[in-house]
């Protein structure tokens, strides 16, 4: 019995170290992922589940076509200057618009991802 109760415990330990090891995972953005505007966004943010750390970090809008239109002005968020980073974006045109990130997760991990959303119609 004492030998289940230990493994038991084991478990529960290792199942709360775990948590430390994650990376950091996107949990809202500005616009959001496949959003349709009406118009283009003055400003794109993305958020973090965790304090990300201050390398490596980018933010990028980038056109259909490949032209990144956000103003290479990356800073600390809005919502929440530890785990969001936000730039703010030129003028856009209608159609499809891509949002490119990368950061260091609070274990030292490079985390990167992108999302799309649209101005005017989906196309």
Known sequence: MKR???I????LLTGLALP?????IMTSSEPEKEAVLAS????VQVCFNEIVGEKFHTLAVITAKGRRVDNK???EG?????SCFVATVNPLAE???YVRYRTESADGHVVTGKYTFYVGEKI
């Open 20 to 24: 430390a090891f994650s990376h950091a």
């Open 4 to 6: 289940v109760a230990n």
């Open 78 to 82: 809005e919502i929440d200057e530890k």
């Open 73 to 75: 002005d990356m800073r």
């Open 95 to 97: 159609g499809k618009h």
């Open 8 to 11: 038991i415990l084991g478990l």
């Open 40 to 43: 283009g966004p003055e400003k």
